[in-house]
């Protein structure tokens, strides 16, 4: 099993600074279009032996694709991105590990469920998709704090 | 004169105690002028995902103190890297950069202030509030017996160790953890004291 400790308090504290912020932005882009991370099946359908390989492609997804097209004009919110960024390439690198030693596979289910959301993403123009992304941090945080206690029951 | 280079701040340094993280450097001076600083960070993100970018921290933007209180933006457990930039007027230096990175994984973790507290027969510890990231480990026993421990992830309240017997002393002994890092300090002294007569004894 892939044992790896996460401080999800501080991620959580970090967007829930700048959630309203994102959202405003967010509502200022004219194509209202369904959830990234949710559309058309929930996280929450993912079985817990594909938890692990679905964290860790939303992970490389969020470090890789979405981060870097946040730059805000707000030097706060800036910086709660660069402290949420270094905290997903923490979690990335360890997860990476996990990966290499086999204890992370990748299911057909959970490569489908990632691949749907890849789509979802490439089918909106960039910085509106990773704006959006980051609206719905608080959907993968949830989904992993769920998981997390689903797992210690 | 007017256009010498301004020498970029020297001695830059981080202490960091307790997950809380001070940036220092030695002032840059310039008679009879007002010389201000400004910090910018840089984490493992940043180096590797985001062209080398860095952020300024606005609260140390052409400030006259010569220490920054980094904490809030070093918030994950990577590397980071530090900078500081003097401003006279219109002149401005270069930026002198923290020597190597910098790792909260390195912060120094003291063991936790304590307060035992035997209010009648009833053990208590009051722990010292070390903010969100701090846990505490508790070891509690009666003398010459097995210690017993007790995680306490919240230190605002009094928290109830045990209900002693008459006569033999309890002692107590408790150390921090911190998760985002995965480390603890070392143990506090031990304290014990005694089962009380209905009357309640603090001891620091």
């Known amino acids: 099993r892939c044992r790896v400790s996460m401080s999800m308090t501080e991620i959580r504290l970090g967007f829930t600074a700048i959630k309203a912020s994102i959202v405003s932005i967010q509502a200022r882009d004219p ?7 949710s559309h058309p099946q929930s996280l929450h359908k993912v079985k817990s032996s594909d938890r692990c390989c679905i964290t860790h492609h939303l992970f490389n997804f ?19 991105i660069s402290s949420i960024a270094n905290s997903f390439l923490s979690m990335k690198k360890k997860l990476r590990q996990c990966h290499e030693q086999n204890k992370c596979m990748c299911g057909e289910e959970s490569t489908e469920k990632f691949k749907q959301i890849l789509a979802n993403y490439e089918g909106l123009n960039v910085t509106s998709a990773a ?22 029951v | ?12 340094s981080i202490l960091s105690t307790n997950m809380k993280h001070f940036l220092s450097w030695s ?6 002028e007002t010389v201000r600083y400004s910090v910018e960070f840089q984490g493992e ?5 985001a062209n080398e970018s860095w952020i300024p921290i606005c609260e140390c933007s052409l400030i006259t103190a010569t220490v920054c209180n980094i904490t809030e933006d070093i918030s994950a457990t990577v590397a980071y890297n530090l900078r500081v930039r003097a401003d006279v007027g219109t002149r401005r230096s270069e930026w002198g950069t923290l020597k190597g990175f910098f790792n909260r994984i390195t912060t120094s ?11 009648g027969c009833h053990l208590l510890v009051e722990l010292e509030d070390m903010g969100p990231a701090f846990q505490f480990c508790v070891l509690y026993w009666k003398k010459g017996q097995e210690s017993r421990q007790k995680v306490v992830k919240d230190a605002s309240s009094v928290v109830h160790l045990d209900t002693m017997e008459a006569g033999p002393d309890y002692c107590v002994k408790a150390q921090t953890y911190v998760e985002a890092i995965n480390r603890s300090s070392s143990f506090s002294q031990t304290q014990c004291v005694g089962a009380q007569g209905g009357t309640s004894m603090w001891l620091v």
């Open chain 1, 31 to 37: 194509i209202k279009t369904l959830s990234i991370l």
């Open chain 1, 62 to 80: 969020y470090v890789d694709k979405v981060f870097k097209h946040c730059k805000t004009e707000d030097s706060y919110i800036n910086r709660k």
């Open chain 1, 131 to 152: 704006i959006k992304s980051l609206g719905e941090l608080d959907i993968l945080l949830d989904w992993m704090e769920k998981s997390q206690r689903a797992e210690h």
């Open chain 2, 1 to 12: 004169g007017e256009d010498a280079l301004l020498p970029a701040p020297q001695n830059i």
């Open chain 2, 27 to 32: 002032p840059v001076i310039v008679q009879g």
């Open chain 2, 45 to 49: 993100y940043e180096r590797d995902y």
């Open chain 2, 109 to 119: 973790l003291t063991p936790p202030l304590m307060k035992v507290i035997a209010d």
